[in-house]
């Protein structure tokens, strides 16, 4: 019998298995895209919905199985992930997105967990629409209490929107939360 060491066995349970050709099983988690902009916007028929200054926008695939465990994780990683330097500029990464006080634009994105199946995405691992929807919606008022809730904006949870953002940059980094046992 093969063992690997334990700093391995750690790195490969987080990669994804692919399993029966067809179907690929990941960890069971939120997942957050998230870009540092200069500002960014979301547009409906033509109308502006939302829109920030200096802050981040965050894309949100929300997974069957996610819990508020997965919310509380997620919420705090976007509050204080440094992505931003210090005051005095020589510092890299350094201030989070609440030290700067800047804004958080939050879009509802299930396409986040697409999986290639033949030549059309699969959306099976997303959260149903209508409880995906009330899940976003107790995430985003989780991020409104936990920070401040004028400079937490979103988009219109399954509608067709226009995005539209300047990247700072670009810095652009994927989250995805983490169960509390491990998984």
């Keep these: 019998m093969l063992l690997a060491r334990?700093?391995?066995?750690?790195?490969?349970?987080h990669l994804p298995i692919v399993c029966c050709r067809r179907h690929r099983a990941t960890t069971r988690a939120m997942r957050a895209v998230v870009q540092r902009v200069k500002r960014a916007s979301v547009t409906i028929d033509e109308q502006v919905v939302s829109s920030i200054g200096p802050g981040l926008?965050?894309?949100?695939g929300i997974r069957e199985g996610d819990t508020q465990a997965d919310q509380e994780h997620l919420s705090r990683k976007l509050l204080n992930f440094r992505i931003w330097p210090g005051d005095d500029g020589k510092r890299g990464w350094d201030q989070s997105v609440s030290q700067k006080q800047y804004e958080l634009?939050?879009?509802?994105?299930?396409?986040?967990?697409?999986?290639?199946?033949?030549n059309k995405p699969d959306y099976h691992l997303?959260?149903?629409p209508q409880r995906a929807k009330d899940f976003y919606l107790s995430f985003l008022e989780r991020v409104r209490r936990e920070y401040v809730a004028e400079r937490v904006k979103?988009?219109?949870?399954?509608a067709m929107m226009?995005?539209?953002?300047?990247?700072?940059?670009?810095v652009t980094i994927q989250f995805d939360s983490e169960?509390?046992?491990g998984r």
């Excluded at 926008?57 to 949100?60: A, S, T």
């Design 105 to 118: 634009l939050l879009v509802s994105q299930f396409t986040l967990y697409a999986l290639a199946k033949g």
């Design 57 to 60: 926008v965050c894309l949100i």
């Design 162 to 170: 226009d995005v539209s953002l300047v990247n700072d940059g670009p």
């Design 179 to 181: 169960k509390p046992n």
């Design 6 to 13: 334990p700093q391995t066995q750690q790195f490969l349970q």
């Design 154 to 158: 979103d988009g219109i949870f399954g």
């Design 126 to 128: 997303a959260m149903p």
